[in-house]
């Protein structure tokens, strides 16, 4: 199934030259997609537009099949696809772990019990037991980055954007976070630098540049 | 900031002054401290007379004593309040007079004198009280005991948020700072420390706002919809009745002696 189609898309931010120039970009269900790029290429740009985040100037998003451009049409393609920023700080907005990854869950309209079983065993699909008290400004860097990608998976996605995910991490937890990934049912397509992580966790690699996509 | 070992298992969450909260205040349901408090907080405002707040200084060191938060660290809180209220005694005292026979002068007023000591014992007596009952609950359970106290969404939010990210805009700043002294920068009095400082508010103010913009959106990708879910519930004991009987029963009192018409008034 189509997730997230981009057609023709063209973003420039104010009073700079364009970043995506007609740029088309498809995420299906079972995909697994690596991203490269140069800074400043887009990559960030391009997830904020799959997500809604920002609209483009010209070309269509599609999420499920339905062309999106309002807030409202949005919505049901960001229950079925979680999104990674860049920044965990950006995310992590509650003071307690066990409440910021319950925030997804509930605003699906899951129940206080079922939202607390789901903080317990996504927590413990990243090795972070027991992490559900702890307050979230007094974690390390390489912490909030794991219990934000915790509070997108609570959500139960079919899909995540993952914005450089492995930034941050020692070794032991870049790896946990890997095997947590590639182990799951999930689809992404993934932002990083590290050319070896991409090779070795996603089916293609695309890389971005001049405003576009290319195998 | 604090430090964690980094595989440690998960510490207690740290209470609103980052002291250890081992006192019987500390057990208490915070809904019930924050209604006291409030009630409490209104009286003294309200009183007239130096006598009730008086008490009410009396009092809020009992239960600071009760709350065992530590003296050392009810000294340094008390300095820092009591800090703001040494310039009312410095202005208050006096007064200007203006006219044909006093001429232009400051005078001794006896009256000043008098309102900065009535502000001096209120401001101690309810800033003894909040320490000593609210200072002992993490500061989490007093968010969360305003909202089911069903104080409206937006403040209780507002509070959440600020909090929370003014440990990111305080990290943010202290960064900023640490790239200014690795560049030598030595701040003076001249225009170059100014200037300098000017544009590190700048940069904090922009970062603020964008980094404002980035926390909604990661909400909306999380289906944020205006609501803001409470996970802990708290749960009433006994002693949280007796507490608020004795609270409340304290402020009639003291109400009782300010206004019961009684002799020393």
Redesign the interface.
């Known amino acids: 199934m189509e997730l997230i189609r981009l057609e023709g898309v063209s973003y420039a931010y104010p009073g700079r030259p364009g970043v995506l120039k007609e740029l088309d970009f498809t995420l299906s269900e079972g995909q697994r997609l690596g991203i490269v790029g140069p800074n400043g290429a887009g990559k960030s740009t391009l997830f904020q537009l799959c997500m809604g985040l920002i609209k483009p100037q010209a070309g269509t998003v599609r999420g499920l099949g339905q062309p999106c451009s309002s807030e409202k049409d949005f919505r049901p393609l960001r229950q079925k696809v979680g999104y990674l920023f860049q920044d965990p700080d950006d995310q992590l907005f509650c003071l307690t772990v066990a409440e910021d990854v319950a925030f997804g869950p509930l605003n699906l309209g899951k129940g206080r019990h079922q939202a607390l079983h789901l903080v317990s065993s996504t927590l413990k699909s990243l090795g972070l037991e027991g992490y559900e008290r702890r307050v979230t400004y007094q974690l390390s860097g390489g912490e909030k980055r794991l219990i934000s990608l915790a509070a997108v998976l609570a959500m139960q996605p079919t899909a995540v954007l993952l914005d450089e995910p492995s930034t941050g991490l020692d070794a032991e937890r870049a790896q946990a976070m890997e095997r947590a990934l590639v182990d799951s049912e999930l689809s992404w397509a993934m932002v990083s630098h590290d050319r070896d992580l991409l090779e070795r966790t996603c089916h293609k690699v695309l890389s971005l540049q001049d405003g576009r996509l290319r195998a | ?2 430090k ?1 070992p ?1 595989h440690a ?6 209470s609103l002054d980052h002291a250890p909260a081992a006192g019987p205040a500390a057990r208490l349901d915070p809904r019930g401290k924050v209604v006291v408090v409030f009630a409490y907080s209104v009286l003294m405002a309200l009183c007239p007379g130096p006598l009730v707040p008086a008490v009410g200084v009396a009092l809020g060191l009992a239960l600071a004593a009760w709350s065992r938060l530590g003296w050392r660290l009810l000294l340094k809180r008390t300095l820092a309040v009591n800090s703001f209220v040494a310039f009312l005694w410095l202005f208050l005292p006096w007064q200007l007079t203006l006219g044909a026979e006093a001429g232009f002068g400051v005078v001794y007023n006896p009256d000043g004198v008098r309102l900065a000591g009535l502000i001096t014992l209120k401001a101690n007596a309810i800033f003894l009280a909040v320490v000593a009952l609210l200072g002992s609950s993490h ?2 359970d007093i ?1 969360h005991a305003l909202a089911h106290l069903h104080l409206p969404a937006k403040l209780v939010t507002l509070f ?2 600020f ?3 003014l ?2 805009m305080r990290l943010e700043y202290l960064r900023l700072r640490q790239a200014m002294a690795m560049r030598c920068f030595a701040p003076g009095s001249n225009l170059h420390t100014y200037k300098s400082y000017a544009q590190l508010v700048g940069v904090l103010l922009v970062r603020s706002i964008e ?1 404002s913009e ?2 909604y ?9 205006g ?1 803001f ?1 409470l ?2 519930h708290f749960v009433w004991r006994p002693a949280d009745t007796v507490f608020c009987v004795l609270g409340f029963a304290a402020i009639i009192l003291l109400g009782l002696m300010q206004w019961g018409g009684y002799p020393w008034n």
């Open positions: 900031m604090a964690h980094k298992g998960p510490p207690e969450p740290r500061i989490n968010f959440v948020l909090y929370r990210y440990h990111v980094r980035r926390v959106q990661a909400m909306l990708c999380r289906g944020f919809r609501t879910w996970l802990d």
